[in-house]
């Protein structure tokens, strides 16, 4: 043998003793597994180092989705997803995962009630490599606007009685209240440690008596739709120690929903009130399908020098951004379907997309003035970072029929202004300011009464 050939042989057995058993080894590595629970619906993702694909089914008895992963060896990793499904998911109650055939990995996970799975891939993006999804969405999906309902006809009896007799006083209202409604089981369980949870309601249509009396109280609801930015697979911005937008935005949302709520005929409803993620489009959906009186996105910005501060409030603008910043910003916060990840092919999504550009003048006009009050309450509790309302094309401020804004809070780029986000006290101020700015809008701007469908 020539000795360069030789030297070739060797230094090619260097290379694969260098990549190891792993490397070698057919098909994807896992990277990550992660489930991500909630009650609108549950997300698995594998994370992968190169593209996966998968077939799925439906089986019954007992329900189940089967998931067959192609081009993958079973690894300790993905055996992890066993471990990552919470008692409390509403959706799994188990999975079991098993090499169904050379180079083919099934998943069967077993679900709690109807479920419509969506499955796809998303390509590389941000802090990503290729993910292959399922999404586990209800088969009928609950209606908002009538779980609204519940939650006031709770709060206004458990605030009438006392103590001491609101927990069973409450029991009783709802058993009432979901029996009129058409609801089926049994009353909620009282409880001495906390308050009672209110039950989802399917979307399926009430008795004409109890129809009237949810309509009734719904005409009277001031309604206002707070929407977290980010969530699940999109972390959002991160600050110098590691505070994260996505869960910055929800603590503030949290705590504006709870102070929103305290105000007479007034309800706070959230686009997400957990650690998931939810396109564009169904952020605005959502407030649509409650026929909410204001939308308000809430962020924590970031920049690429430390230095930039301040708080922002956008609108929609039909005409182009009204600076290179705005647009920065919008093109920026757009991005987010493309890193929570969202199903490009779902037809329920093109179809409200298509809608959601039907954004008029009236309602611009309605989220400018929004937008002023919001932006001069919190330009008494902190610095702004432009003293006026910017406008952009924000994919998220599009519902034609409801004054929408976005609040960047402060930039958590910003060692300073991320110390003050995770602030508690700091919060609370924010969340007074804006509720100010809401409370003030409504006092020039009464909201128009409406006949609230059910």
């Given at each position: 043998?020539?000795?360069?050939?030789?030297?070739?042989?060797?230094?090619?057995?260097?290379?694969?003793?260098?990549?190891?058993?792993?490397?070698?080894?057919?098909?994807?590595?896992?990277?990550?597994?992660?489930?991500?629970?909630?009650?609108?619906?549950?997300?698995?993702?594998?994370?992968?180092?190169?593209?996966?694909?998968?077939?799925?089914?439906?089986?019954?008895?007992?329900?189940?989705?089967?998931?067959?992963?192609?081009?993958?060896?079973?690894?300790?990793?993905?055996?992890?997803?066993?471990?990552?499904?919470?008692?409390?998911?509403?959706?799994?109650?188990?999975?079991r995962v098993g090499q169904n055939q050379p180079r083919v990995?099934?998943?069967?996970?077993?679900?709690?009630?109807?479920?419509?799975?969506?499955?796809?891939?998303?390509?590389?993006?941000?802090?990503?490599?290729?993910?292959?999804?399922?999404?586990?969405?209800?088969?009928?999906?609950?209606?908002?606007?009538?779980?609204?309902?519940?939650?006031?006809?709770?709060?206004?009896?458990?605030?009438?009685?006392?103590?001491?007799?609101?927990?069973?006083?409450?029991?009783?209202?709802?058993?009432?209240?979901?029996?009129?409604?058409?609801?089926?089981?049994?009353?909620?369980?009282?409880?001495?440690?906390?308050?009672?949870?209110?039950?989802?309601?399917?979307?399926?249509?009430?008795?004409?008596?109890?129809?009237?009396?949810?309509?009734?109280?719904?005409?009277?609801?001031?309604?206002?739709?707070?929407?977290?930015?980010?969530?699940?697979?999109?972390?959002?911005?991160?600050?110098?120690?590691?505070?994260?937008?996505?869960?910055?935005?929800?603590?503030?949302?949290?705590?504006?929903?709870?102070?929103?709520?305290?105000?007479?005929?007034?309800?706070?409803?959230?686009?997400r009130d957990a650690d998931f993620f939810v396109p564009l489009?169904?952020?605005?959906?959502?407030?649509?399908?409650?026929?909410?009186?204001?939308?308000?996105?809430?962020?924590?910005?970031?920049?690429?020098?430390?230095?930039?501060?301040?708080?922002?409030?956008?609108?929609?603008?039909?005409?182009?951004?009204?600076?290179?910043?705005?647009?920065?910003?919008?093109?920026?916060?757009?991005?987010?379907?493309?890193?929570?990840?969202?199903?490009?092919?779902?037809?329920?999504?093109?179809?409200?997309?298509?809608?959601?550009?039907?954004?008029t003048s009236v309602q611009i006009r309605d989220s400018l003035?929004?937008?002023?009050?919001?932006?001069?309450?919190?330009?008494?509790?902190?610095?702004?970072?432009?003293?006026?309302?910017?406008?952009?094309?924000?994919?998220?401020?599009?519902?034609?029929?409801?004054?929408?804004?976005?609040?960047?809070?402060?930039?958590?780029?910003?060692?300073?202004?991320?110390?003050?986000?995770?602030?508690?006290?700091?919060?609370?101020?924010?969340?007074?300011?804006?509720?100010?700015?809401?409370?003030?809008?409504?006092?020039?701007?009464?909201?128009?009464?409406?006949?609230?469908?059910?």
């Amino acid at each position: 043998m020539k000795p360069s050939r030789r030297r070739l042989l060797q230094r090619a057995g260097s290379v694969v003793l260098l990549l190891g058993s792993r490397e070698l080894a057919f098909g994807a590595s896992i990277v990550a597994v992660r489930v991500w629970p909630a009650a609108d619906y549950t997300r698995v993702t594998i994370e992968s180092d190169t593209a996966l694909a998968a077939k799925h089914f439906m089986a019954e008895n007992p329900q189940r989705v089967v998931i067959d992963v192609e081009g993958l060896e079973l690894s300790p990793e993905l055996r992890e997803v066993v471990g990552k499904v919470k008692a409390g998911d509403p959706f799994i109650s188990g999975v079991r995962v098993g090499q169904n055939q050379p180079r083919v990995v099934r998943l069967v996970i077993d679900l709690k009630q109807p479920t419509a799975p969506q499955v796809f891939t998303l390509d590389p993006v941000a802090a990503y490599r290729h993910r292959l999804v399922f999404d586990l969405y209800p088969t009928a999906e609950r209606d908002p606007l009538l779980a609204l309902v519940q939650e006031k006809v709770y709060a206004d009896r458990a605030a009438a009685e006392p103590s001491d007799r609101a927990a069973s006083a409450v029991n009783d209202a709802l058993g009432d209240f979901i029996g009129q409604m058409g609801g089926h089981g049994n009353k909620p369980a009282a409880s001495a440690t906390g308050p009672l949870p209110v039950p989802p309601v399917a979307g399926s249509e009430p008795p004409s008596a109890g129809a009237a009396a949810a309509k009734r109280i719904a005409e009277r609801l001031v309604i206002v739709a707070l929407d977290p930015g980010h969530g699940g697979e999109d972390p959002g911005a991160i600050g110098p120690t590691g505070l994260r937008e996505k869960d910055v935005v929800l603590q503030v949302a949290q705590r504006l929903r709870a102070r929103i709520n305290e105000q007479p005929n007034m309800r706070a409803m959230m686009t997400r009130d957990a650690d998931f993620f939810v396109p564009l489009n169904e952020r605005v959906r959502k407030a649509r399908r409650v026929q909410a009186d204001l939308f308000i996105s809430i962020h924590a910005d970031a920049f690429i020098k430390p230095h930039a501060r301040g708080a922002s409030v956008f609108a929609l603008s039909e005409r182009g951004a009204t600076s290179v910043e705005a647009r920065w910003m919008a093109q920026k916060e757009n991005a987010a379907d493309l890193v929570g990840g969202t199903n490009i092919k779902s037809k329920d999504a093109a179809v409200t997309r298509a809608l959601l550009d039907m954004s008029t003048s009236v309602q611009i006009r309605d989220s400018l003035r929004l937008g002023s009050e919001v932006l001069g309450r919190i330009g008494q509790v902190g610095r702004l970072h432009k003293p006026r309302v910017e406008q952009a094309g924000f994919a998220v401020l599009k519902a034609p029929d409801v004054p929408s804004i976005l609040v960047e809070t402060a930039f958590i780029s910003n060692p300073e202004e991320e110390k003050r986000l995770r602030d508690p006290a700091y919060q609370t101020q924010l969340v007074e300011a804006l509720l100010s700015g809401i409370l003030r809008y409504f006092a020039k701007n009464p909201p128009l009464a409406r006949n609230r469908s059910m």
